[in-house]
């Protein structure tokens, strides 16, 4: 395998939500690409942070390769990782596992919520969205 350099920029300290966040540009000529599990490790390791704090998203490769630009937080602690990133993000980092709920009891959720009118509405979507849940 041919080494990969990773380059930083629009780098940016948000304190408000415990994290660091950067554009990424990694160069990986004579290779298709960089998994993520390697690049969250040469990351955390430029940082002197946890792997497990490094979220990666947004990489699109350019045409011809050779170049891949993306996204990176790095966030302080766990209870940020947890509290700020979307659910779908938490799952693909294998933070939270994802529910499985099916087609059918979701769309019997949503049409149970729709026979309800005014205020009681969006408690009976919520008690709705439970019960599909539990099944």
């Known amino acids: 395998m041919s080494a990969v350099v990773v380059k930083t ?10 994290r660091r966040q950067f554009i ?10 960089v998994p993520r599990k390697e690049l969250q490790e040469v990351i955390a390791g430029m940082y002197k942070a946890d792997s ?12 011809g390769g ?4 993306g996204f990176c937080l790095i966030y302080d ?3 940020a990782v947890l509290k700020f990133e979307p659910k779908y993000r938490l799952v693909r980092h294998g933070h939270t596992e994802k529910k499985e709920t099916s087609r059918k ?5 949503k049409n ?7 205020t009681g509405a969006s408690i009976a979507k919520h008690k709705a969205k439970r019960a599909a849940g539990d099944d």
């Open 9 to 18: 920029r629009k780098f940016k300290k948000n304190p408000l939500l415990a």
């Open 112 to 118: 149970k919520g729709k026979k309800i009118r005014g």
């Open 105 to 109: 009891a979701m769309k019997e959720a």
């Open 24 to 33: 990424i540009d990694i160069l990986h000529p004579g290779r298709a690409n």
């Open 66 to 69: 050779g170049k891949t630009t």
């Open 52 to 63: 497990k704090l490094v979220i990666l998203f947004g990489f699109e490769t350019k045409f």
């Open 77 to 79: 602690h766990m209870e």
